[in-house]
């Protein structure tokens, strides 16, 4: 769950491309959008540098791998109050991870292969308001491709489709697919069920819509982090309710999974960066309209109705206070007759997974994912 601040989305793209895989990809830029979000960067190729930490290890993680304790190092720096004492307008202008490892990637010279993504925007009504959905498509396209409908993550409160460009783009490149990226409303503008609703809005539209963004209907996955892996689940569970077509897989990121703040990895990794647990109550005390609400099924993932949902793949991180639901959700989920795939990514922290140019289990858990969804949409 990442802290806000605007950039400049073809920066940000650098950031995606470092596990890129050669695919057959999808059509060209897709037509009649609001606008052109982003355009493609041309990066200089020259030269790499390895990513060390300049300190020891913190005695939050002290198995930490160095290129995740540099990108925290390097976070740190920046001295940023914390979130749990800030407004959530205050809060979304922090420095977030993603600028973290922008900033490692430029000074140390870090270069990555030209984005084979194209973007454009586009908005779509939802009840009560309306919302922005950020559209990549790779470039030298087949005629119609699978889509991913990713949702991403920041607590229901924070962050925004920038802060998570890596982890889109990453996956419209190596599946070879459509991803719809959006941008649900937030928290405590909005609270809850609006992000849930905005969520399932999006891929509703996805369904209706997807011939005029060259994307396949019937082959339609979500995807999503943190916050945004507890939206996808919902919309599966959602689709399941309202008899509309599921998901034909999720990948969920360290989703938001449970409400139990006392499990194991919440005391082991209480003070973790740059997730903690005062961070997770700041963020359930400015979504929820109440704590009871921490017990509905939406949020309380554990012990939802899981029966009859798509194949799933869970991704956790080990430095993680989430690690624990997520592994939880997984046994749930099996034992509602789901076939899961999980992995836990030892020695990395919450928000990891957009980190591919920099810290190696990202890419290796990128290409992790795209293998699963490959298969899924083929």
Not at 84 to 105: F, G, Q, S, W, Y
Not at 170 to 187: D, K, N
Not at 346 to 360: I, K, L, N, S
Request: glycine share 6%; proline share 5%; charged share 20%.
């Amino acid at each position: 769950m990442k802290t806000f601040k605007t950039n400049c989305v073809t920066a940000l793209s650098m950031v995606a491309c470092a596990a890129v895989i050669t695919f057959s990809a999808c059509t060209n830029k897709a037509q009649n959008a609001n606008y052109l979000d982003s355009a493609d960067i041309a990066v200089d190729t020259t030269t790499n540098a390895k990513i060390t930490p300049t300190g020891p290890q913190p005695t939050w993680a002290p198995d930490i791998k160095p290129e995740m304790l540099a990108v925290i190092e390097k976070l740190e720096s920046y001295n940023d109050k914390p979130i749990p004492e800030l407004t959530a307008v205050k809060a979304r202008k922090n420095h977030t991870p993603t600028i973290a490892v922008m900033d490692l990637m430029k000074e140390k010279g870090i270069v990555v292969p030209v984005s084979k993504v194209d973007t454009l925007g586009k908005n779509i009504t939802v009840n009560g308001g309306s919302i922005h959905l950020r559209i990549y498509t790779p470039q030298y396209a087949k005629e119609v491709c699978p889509v991913i409908v990713y949702y991403h993550g920041g607590g229901f409160v924070i962050a925004n489709l920038d802060v998570y460009d890596a982890s889109a783009r990453g996956l419209a490149e190596q599946v070879g697919a459509v991803v719809v990226s959006v941008a649900y409303r937030l928290a405590p503008e909005f609270k809850y069920p609006t992000a849930h609703k905005d969520a399932f809005a999006a891929y509703e539209w996805v369904l209706k819509n997807a011939a005029s963004i060259k994307g396949d209907a019937k082959k339609v996955a979500v995807a999503g982090e943190s916050a945004g892996g507890n939206l996808a689940a919902n919309v599966s569970m959602m689709a399941r309710d309202k008899g509309i077509m599921v998901p034909v897989h999720q990948l969920l990121v360290y989703p938001v999974a449970g409400s139990d703040m006392e499990n194991k990895s919440y005391k082991k990794y209480a003070d973790a960066k740059p997730l903690n647990k005062k961070m997770m109550q700041w963020f359930v005390k400015n979504y929820l309209n109440n704590i009871n609400e921490a017990k509905k099924p939406m949020i309380n993932l554990v012990n939802a109705n899981l029966k009859g949902l798509p194949a799933t793949t869970i991704i956790c991180a080990e430095i993680d206070p989430l690690q624990s639901e997520g592994k939880l959700l997984s046994e749930k989920l099996k034992g509602a007759g789901v076939n899961v795939s999980m992995k836990l990514y030892e020695g990395v922290t919450h928000e990891f997974f957009g980190m591919a140019a920099v810290v190696p289990q990202a890419k290796e858990a990128q290409a992790y994912a795209a293998e699963q969804l490959k298969a899924a949409l083929k």
